[in-house]
């Protein structure tokens, strides 16, 4: 028996609270600092001894027999005297909040608990609650277009009010945008981290981090005070997908850490969509493709989710009341009027209103500053 069969028949039941006590608790940290130590090696010992603290004080010939772990694993463990970082661990946790939950505590995600491989424990800032299960990961590229952030941030405050939890990876660009979408509904996010949740990153979003604290949570399977390093990042997206009913993909290359998130969701039997780009588009190359090849369904709107996922939204959405006309003088009317929710070149708004360049700017710029026109890239602009 291997060490994934061996790892595979200890089962997380919620019940067994003598895997979620104060000692155990402990006891999985310290194996988790051992050198070459993982999920699953931790996963196949507590199915040999029983719990992470019999592992711990089992010999050092009990340990080699173990399937995956070998002699010189098992030396690590058995020589393993670095109790006093375990509690300093824990000691940071308590400054920064965060506490740690087992894959026995009934508090861990219902559908995490479901993966192949999922984590032990997680370190957990804010709150996970039961609802989070009903979960849509939305990823992408850091290096999105202002179209990529437009779709994220309106599909994740779509979601939200349809009673989602936005699960994505507090990244620059597509991440950053979902989060945002989500809390800006009034809605919950959480966000998963390849650094430790005592250490944001990226840093620039320290007040992102907080903002998703107040209406959702940060967690990471890494130490608290965890670097960001490369390695974490594959390893933390089964996550963001294993927590969600599915992975929509917002806007991604052909190769990058999105493709990565989307066919782990697939490995893990879960839903992938993809919002299609325009053809020349390389940073929405990645999401083509996907649907090319047939590995994610096409999304365009909310509906083409919840058809996919054969759910009703949890509470039905109140019809929009109709926004009362804005307060505008002839020209920023005809201006308003000329614009829509997809980006229109300034030259096309000066064919189609007659105004010069320098008078529309001027105008333009009125309607920024009313909050009812944005502007992008390239003298383009739409309604806000």
Known sequence: MDMDEASRTMTFDPANASLDTYEEKRALIALSMAPGVGPGRIRAMIARFGSATAALSASRRALAEVPGIGPQTAAAIAAFDGHAAVEAQFEKAERVGATLVTAWDPGYPRLLRQLYDPPVFLWVRGRL?????????????RRATDYGRRVAHGLAAELARRGFTIVSGLAYGIDAAAHRGALE???RTVAVLGSGVGRIYPARHARLARDVLGQGALLSEYAVDAAPDAPNFPRRNRIISGLALGTLVAEAFEEGGALITARLALEQNREVFAVPSPVHSRAGAGCNRLIQKGYAKLVLTVEDVLEELGMAPATKAEPALPEPPPELGPVERQLYEALSESPVHLDAL???TGLDVSTALVYLLSLEFKGLVRQMAGKQFFRA
Not at 129 to 141: K, L, M, N, Q, Y
């Open 129 to 141: 609650v039961e609802a989070d299960a009903r979960a849509v990961a939305i990823v992408g590229t």
């Open 185 to 187: 509904a009034g809605g």
């Open 350 to 352: 000066c064919a189609a």
